[in-house]
């Protein structure tokens, strides 16, 4: 398993965390995703890295891509 804080700047009230949890988590291989307003981080823990990739174009795909 596999764990990993991004950077996420566009993340700016609930609505953004819970779209972000909401859509990450449709991701075969996510085992849990945390989306935090106040440092602007989302966490996620994967089954393998190759899963990494999915999760940061999804995030792009979305309108919150890491930095
Ligand atoms: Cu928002």
Redesign the pocket.
């Given at each position: 398993m596999t764990t990993k804080t991004y950077q996420v700047p566009?993340?700016?009230?609930?609505?953004?965390?819970?779209?972000i949890e909401r859509e990450l988590k449709a991701i075969g291989g996510l085992q849990s995703v945390k989306a935090e307003?106040e440092s602007k981080e989302v966490t996620v823990e994967v089954a393998g890295e190759e899963i990494l990739a999915e999760v940061e174009s999804l995030l792009e795909e979305i309108g919150y891509p890491a930095v």
């Amino acid at each position: 398993m596999t764990t990993k804080t991004y950077q996420v700047p566009n993340i700016s009230c609930g609505h953004c965390t819970a779209t972000i949890e909401r859509e990450l988590k449709a991701i075969g291989g996510l085992q849990s995703v945390k989306a935090e307003i106040e440092s602007k981080e989302v966490t996620v823990e994967v089954a393998g890295e190759e899963i990494l990739a999915e999760v940061e174009s999804l995030l792009e795909e979305i309108g919150y891509p890491a930095v």
